[in-house]
Antibody, heavy 121, light 108 residues
Framework: QVTLKESGPVLVKPTETLTLTCTVS??????????VSWIRQPPGKALEWLAH???????SYSTSLKSRLTISKDTSKSQVVLTMTNMDPVDTATYYC?????????????WGQGILVTVSS | SSVVTQPPSVSVAPGQTASITCGGN??????VHWYQQKAGQAPVVVIY???DRPSGIPERFSGSNSGNTATLTISRVEAGDEADYHC???????????FGPGTKVTVL
């Protein structure tokens, strides 16, 4: 059974760095067919793709947020980590991790439940 | 960059057909995926690769993609279909994933 679960702080202060962890089960991050993205959704707004990491450790970032994002993985722990620096209230959103099996053109077939992160002093 | 558009909302009576569009330049050249997101829940894929349906998704959900428009069609709409629907593509030029702004489907 494939599952993804996001964890991390639910409240961060402006200018702080956010670190979120996606723990996966039911598949291996070292499997050549598997890769994981982080996607966020501000309350009442659209989904926004943030970053993606492949089994080869190749990474891709949203152009608008690239300077603030770092994605990494620990295959032995089955975890994908996203850090976002210099948090601002506009970064308040539900953050999801989602899996892709296959090439980049295919769909996000499994999603985590999401974690609502609020940025406030 | 690849930009896709969706109507903000679609209203449909129970038993009727809802059509949700996803517009983009030559979108027919891309694989389009559709996600259903009910209130307070994570998105779930209902159509992938333009017109494939995952196991467990009713046959009432179908997709097409031609020219500059991809379409998600929900036949015989039920109250339980009320949700936000998001289209998504991959931009090969930038290695970026792109989501549409979402369409809220209201069942009257």
């Amino acid at each position: 059974q494939v599952t993804l679960k996001e964890s991390g702080p639910v409240l961060v202060k402006p200018t702080e760095t956010l670190t979120l962890t996606c723990t996966v089960s039911g598949f291996s991050l070292s499997d050549a067919k598997m890769s994981v993205s982080w996607i966020r959704q501000p309350p009442g707004k659209a989904l926004e793709w943030l970053a993606h990491i492949f089994s080869t450790d190749k990474k891709s970032y949203s152009t608008s947020l690239k300077s603030r994002l770092t994605i990494s993985k620990d295959t032995s722990k089955s975890q994908v980590v996203l850090t976002m620096t210099n948090m601002d209230p506009v970064d308040t959103a539900t953050y999801y991790c989602a899996r892709i099996e296959g090439d980049m053109t295919t769909t996000f077939d499994y999603w985590g439940q999401g974690i609502l992160v609020t940025v406030s002093s | 960059s690849s930009v896709v558009t969706q109507p903000p909302s679609v209203s449909v009576a129970p038993g009727q057909t809802a059509s949700i569009t996803c517009g983009g330049n030559n979108i027919e050249r891309k694989s389009v995926h559709w996600y259903q997101q009910k209130a307070g829940q994570a998105p779930v894929v209902v159509i992938y690769n333009d017109n494939d349906r995952p196991s467990g998704i009713p046959e009432r959900f179908s997709g097409s993609n031609s020219g500059n428009t991809a379409t998600l069609t929900i036949s015989r709409v039920e109250a339980g279909d009320e949700a936000d629907y998001h289209c998504q593509v991959w931009n090969s030029s930038t290695d970026h994933y792109v989501f549409g702004p979402g369409t809220k489907v209201t069942v009257l």
